[in-house]
């Protein structure tokens, strides 16, 4: 219930602007709350009208100000649908600023390490000449975009060229999905290109490794040295290929490399030592 105390002042051409009721079944009472107000004509449109405890009972009548009615629930729902476009403008506003701080930080950090302080620096562990055969290689905006993927008939193709994914055995296949569900697929290069390569370091929403013959998914599996995916965020990746109409019914979802079974090994020891009360569970 919406209570009016005090003293209101109102704009005719903003209460029409608001609330039009030409038509409406508020206008018989827009009607009795004009006519109860004694004001000049000609000034109605620039002048505020100033009205007595009379017109407040009036305005409380109104069938806007009652819960029940359906004009007073019309304007709450519209309230909350812009409430929830403004938040979601906001957060998408805070998402873009952070991107952009990131690749600036990264540029900054390529340029000390480059051009700057940062490039007389040589570690005994890491020599300079090591460091730079294993610079692992960013991608930005631009450069991202080819390998971009999509899925049309439950086939994985590039958006840019329309090429059907077909792996192959002499390499290594990487995939990231990012947290807008931009898919990106790539051949690994030790060293130089990996998970990490696609979003700049960024966050996923999934990562792992796959296998493609002629745009038809046969294997995937999470794996990723550096972003350790969860099962839960896996299975979230499937459930998006679902959604993509990827049939699953034949796919390989489990390790077919016996280095990545090794390093999902070592992962499950290490999370067990991390929580030793976990395994008696």
Same mark, same amino acid.
């Given at each position: ?5 005090? @003293? ?85 506003? *805070? ?39 294993? *610079? ?59 998970? @990490? ?56 979802? @489990? ?8 390093? *999902? ?17």
């Amino acid at each position: 219930m919406v209570v009016v105390k005090g @003293s209101v002042s109102i704009n005719r051409g903003e209460l029409e602007r608001t609330m039009p009721i030409t038509g409406s079944p508020l206008k018989k009472e827009t009607d009795a709350i004009t006519k109860s107000v004694s004001i000049n004509n000609k000034e109605m449109d620039n002048q505020p009208l100033n009205l007595d405890n009379h017109s407040f009972e009036t305005i409380q009548k109104l069938r806007i100000f009652y819960p029940t009615s359906p004009e007073h629930q019309a304007a709450v729902r519209l309230q909350k649908v812009y409430k929830s476009y403004r938040t979601r403008r906001i957060l998408a506003d *805070c998402a873009i600023l952070v991107d952009q701080s990131w690749y600036v930080s990264i540029d900054q950090y390529k340029s000390w390490l480059d051009i700057g302080e940062g490039k007389e620096i040589n570690l005994e562990a890491c020599p300079r000449s090591k460091f730079q055969r294993q *610079c692992i290689k960013y991608l930005g905006p631009t450069e991202r975009k080819a390998y971009e993927v999509v899925m049309e008939q439950g086939k994985l193709l590039y958006k840019m060229t329309g090429e059907l994914i077909h792996t192959t055995e002499d390499a290594k296949s990487i995939f990231v999905l990012d947290t807008s569900k931009t898919l990106y697929v790539g051949k690994k290069k030790k060293g130089t290109f990996q998970h @990490s390569s696609f979003l700049a370091g960024g966050v996923t929403a999934a990562a792992g490794r796959l296998i493609v013959e002629t745009g038809i998914l046969k294997a995937v599996w999470p794996h990723s040295g550096h972003y350790w995916p969860t099962e839960e965020k896996f299975q979230d990746f499937l459930s998006f290929l679902r959604e993509n109409n990827v049939d699953l019914t034949d796919v390989e979802t @489990s390790s077919l490399d016996e280095e990545d079974r090794m390093l *999902c090994k070592r992962r499950s020891s290490d999370c067990l030592r991390s929580n030793p009360l976990d395994q008696n569970h």
